[in-house]
Nanobody, 119 residues
């Protein structure tokens, strides 16, 4: 089992940037898939971006393409989400998640970090 801990959330203005970090502890493998999800008030949790520790596969939600960048440092067991040109609709609790490449669902989740974007 992998434990995940997010940090870096906060209150920013529209157009600002923010970088989230997610530190993984426990057993990790280079082919594991790491992802960021988010959940806005009154809405379902939605996928934001994913990456393998090796960096060989990057996937983004259409809503964040061109603005957000996911990256990972396997040596530091840390995944980042660089968020640029933030919009009020990006306001949500952001969760880090992980799964083994052969798993269909994400099995490890962090506690979440709040991102609030004011207009």
């Amino acid at each position: 089992q992998v434990q995940l801990a997010e940090s870096g959330g906060g209150l920013v203005q529209a157009g600002d940037s923010l970088r989230l970090s997610c530190v993984a502890s426990g057993r990790t493998f280079s082919r594991d898939v790491m992802a960021w999800f988010r959940q806005a008030p009154g809405k379902e949790r939605e996928f934001v971006a994913s990456i393998t520790w090796s960096g060989s596969s990057l996937v983004y939600a259409d809503s964040v393409k061109g603005r957000f960048t996911i990256s990972g440092d396997y040596a530091k067991a840390t995944v980042y989400l660089q968020m640029n040109s933030l919009k009020p609709e990006d306001t949500a609790v952001y969760y880090c998640a992980g799964r083994q490449r052969t798993d269909r669902f994400y099995t490890s989740w962090g506690q979440g970090t709040q991102v609030t974007v004011s207009s």
